[in-house]
């Protein structure tokens, strides 16, 4: 029983929560790739709109940019 007989013990437990916190990184990366997997298959969204307001538009000032031509 020397002096550094404990470290051993904080090592194991550092390792282990380590290991862990990599485990739960991993399990939240895979488990939103499966959710957008489903909902891209189902072409569904995970969200819904439920009422869309109207804004009204201001007047157009003068850009120092042109401005893009669509056709």
């Known amino acids: 029983m020397g002096v550094g007989s404990g ?7 550092g390792i282990i929560l380590s290991v862990s916190g990599l485990l739960f990184l991993a399990l939240g990366l895979f488990a939103e790739i499966q959710m957008r997997i489903y909902y891209e ?23 120092p940019l042109p401005q893009p031509q669509y056709h």
């Open 7 to 13: 470290s051993g013990v904080a090592l194991l437990i």
């Open 41 to 63: 298959s189902q072409r569904a969204t995970p969200y819904s709109i439920r009422k869309i307001h109207e804004v009204a538009t201001l007047p157009k000032q003068a850009s």
